[in-house]
């Protein structure tokens, strides 16, 4: 097996344990996360988060949450593209959040509103 799979084997093993660790009332609340891509080279994942977080009122805070920590806890995401599959996440319309400017992109000194769990 060659070190860029094992490596790439471990990036997706530690995206898997963040979304574990950090946000188990998703698997709690019937809803899913799955990964859909990992763009090594560019640092971006892309996840479809599925079951009750379709629908569920508080997903585009979990989303703005797990785009916000996971970028900090994970040196090599640059980007996390998240999607419920209802026309929200990065498709079409979305939430702005305090802590991000006209564009979606974070600002620093605000980290905007933590999800109630």
């Known amino acids: 097996m060659s070190t860029e799979s094992q490596s790439g084997d471990d990036l997706e093993e530690r995206v898997n344990n963040f979304l574990r660790r950090n946000f188990p009332q998703?698997?709690?609340h019937?809803?899913?996360?799955?990964?859909q891509n990992i763009d090594r080279e560019e640092g971006v994942v892309d996840l479809?988060?599925?079951?009750?977080?379709?629908?569920?009122?508080?997903?585009?805070m979990t989303i703005q949450a797990i785009k916000s920590r996971m970028t900090k806890e994970i040196p090599?995401?640059?980007?996390?593209?998240a999607d419920t599959g209802?026309?929200?996440?990065d498709t079409g319309m979305s939430p702005s959040f305090p802590g991000e400017d006209a564009d979606g992109e974070d600002v620093e000194e605000d980290e905007g509103p933590q999800a109630p769990f």
Do not use: F, H, K
């Open 76 to 81: 090599e995401i640059d980007a996390v593209n």
């Open 48 to 60: 479809q988060l599925g079951g009750a977080c379709s629908g569920c009122g508080i997903s585009p």
């Open 86 to 89: 209802m026309g929200g996440g």
């Open 30 to 35: 019937g809803g899913t996360a799955a990964i």
């Open 26 to 28: 998703i698997q709690m």
